[in-house]
């Protein structure tokens, strides 16, 4: 079992629809990262949180520690979001981020 | 302004012909990373740099090899490709602090191809 979970892992949306994406972890962490790749490969760090809530425009993140969650929500979809979003864990001390496998977003207009 | 640069962004190179990745960035950070990914799978860390100290993976192949000869520059040496090397290799960097305890900025990515 993957350390971190994501899902769904392939997901279709209307223009405007309201996105959640969901993270699991199954280790202690001292930060989370959403990061989001376009075709072609690039990454772009979208949010690192170890608490809370943090938003930046249409994107909103959110994180349980408690529950080992994490969410990243898009607001008002469009198909320029259309792309893997990747959640990635620190477990903290001398440990690397652990990736998750990606979920796949595509947004039709 | 790119931040993170790579170069080339696509490389060819043949069955077992040393080809070398460039990472170059203009944020002064200490941390350089080298990630491997492979299509449809989570990137894979092949080893970092922190300042001048080397950090290998375990499970990186010898075949792959790392150079940080200044702050800006990084680059990946692949001494003999093999077929299943084909991937997307992305540097990245940090602030301080290896891991995942600060932001991770990265470069758009090389694509390697291996005839």
């Known amino acids: 079992k993957n350390e971190v979970e994501q899902s769904p892992q392939n997901l279709t949306a209307q223009e405007g629809e309201f996105i959640t994406i969901n993270c699991s972890y199954s280790v202690g962490i001292s930060a989370l990262h959403w990061l989001q790749q376009h075709p072609g490969g690039g990454i772009v760090s979208l949010f690192m949180?170890?608490?809370g809530k943090k938003k930046h425009g249409r994107l909103i993140a959110t994180i349980n520690i408690q529950e080992k969650h994490s969410s990243l929500h898009i607001t008002a979809s469009h198909p320029r979001d259309s792309a893997v979003y990747i959640c990635a864990a620190y477990g903290g001390s001398q440990g690397n981020l652990i990736f998750g496998k990606g979920t796949k977003l595509s947004v039709k207009p | 302004d790119a931040m993170v640069i790579q170069n080339p962004r696509y490389q060819v190179t043949q069955f077992g012909k040393p080809v070398t990745l460039s990472c170059s960035q203009t944020?002064?950070?200490?941390?350089m990373y080298w990630y491997q990914q492979k299509s449809s799978q989570a990137p894979k860390l092949l080893f970092h740099y922190y300042d001048k100290d080397f950090n290998n993976e375990a499970d990186t192949p010898d075949n792959f090899q790392s150079r940080r000869p200044n702050t800006s520059f990084c680059f990946l040496d692949i001494r003999s490709p093999g077929l299943g090397d084909a991937a997307m290799y992305l540097c990245?960097?940090?602030?301080?602090?290896?891991?995942?305890?600060?932001?991770?900025?990265f470069g758009p990515g090389t694509r390697l191809t291996v005839t």
């Open positions: 990245a960097t940090s602030r301080d602090g290896a891991g995942g305890r600060y932001e991770q900025y």
């Open positions: 944020l002064n950070h200490n941390v």
């Open positions: 949180l170890s608490s």
